[in-house]
T-cell receptor, first 113, second 112 residues
């Protein structure tokens, strides 16, 4: 049982480049989330999804886009990378939203130079 | 403003010793509080969840407490092991998983 899998684990982007962070889960969870974790800051919610075809903005959505075409996959798209997007990105999934446990991937460490 | 504050920021203890981590929150409404363990380079993993009516809950060597009146929680680690070296994050749910307020974590180092 792989749980939540994120790729790549590390990436260096130049300013203005684009990339997609991949996230897939094999637990058949309806709810999926993207967070970023910056040094000295708590995790911040970027986008979330309550099921295939349904996504919504979190606390810090600017500069990002998501899609949810299947239950398993929830990719995060950066269109025009900026140094402020240098961070560690975590994808998570859960069965519900009322405090049910969120299962996290291993993270993607992104550096924009 | 919803906030979760953790103390100490970092802690170093010897293997086999006990320690207690603190979490104070000002979050409303309060749904539940969860403690996560985050190993270096990994995603957070849930240790335990505390609901409004629960005072104490144990998970192996980890014991969490909650005082909803004073809005404080603690995580006590007994007989620490080297593998306990990690960041411990307190997270308060303000209604649903889209409204999680994350603390900054306590970085724990267990030395031999």
């Amino acid at each position: 049982n792989a749980g939540v899998t994120q790729t790549p684990k590390f990436r260096i982007l130049k300013i203005g480049q684009s990339m997609t962070l991949q996230c897939t889960q094999d637990m058949n969870h309806n709810y999926m989330y993207w967070y970023r974790q910056d040094p000295g800051m708590g995790l911040k919610l970027i986008y979330y999804s309550v099921g295939a075809g349904i996504t919504d903005k979190g606390e810090v959505p600017n500069g990002y886009n998501v899609s949810r075409s299947t239950t398993e996959d929830f990719p995060l798209r950066l269109e025009l990378a900026a140094p402020s997007q240098t961070s560690v990105y975590f994808c998570a999934s859960s069965t519900g939203t009322d405090g049910t446990e969120a299962f996290f991937g291993q993270g993607t460490r992104l550096t924009v130079v | 403003k919803n906030q979760v504050e953790q103390s100490p920021q970092s802690l170093i203890i010897l293997e086999g010793k006990n320690c207690t981590l603190q979490c104070n929150y000002t979050v409303s409404p309060f749904s539940n509080l969860r403690w996560y363990k985050q190993d270096t380079g990994r995603g957070p993993v849930s240790l335990t969840i505390m609901t409004f009516s629960e005072n104490t809950k144990s998970n192996g060597r980890y014991t969490a407490t909650l005082d909803a009146d004073t809005k404080q929680s603690s995580l006590h680690i007994t007989a620490s092991q080297l593998s306990d070296s990690a960041s411990y994050i307190c997270v308060v749910n303000a209604g649903n998983n889209r409204k999680l307020i994350w603390g900054l974590g306590t970085s724990l180092a267990v030395n031999p």
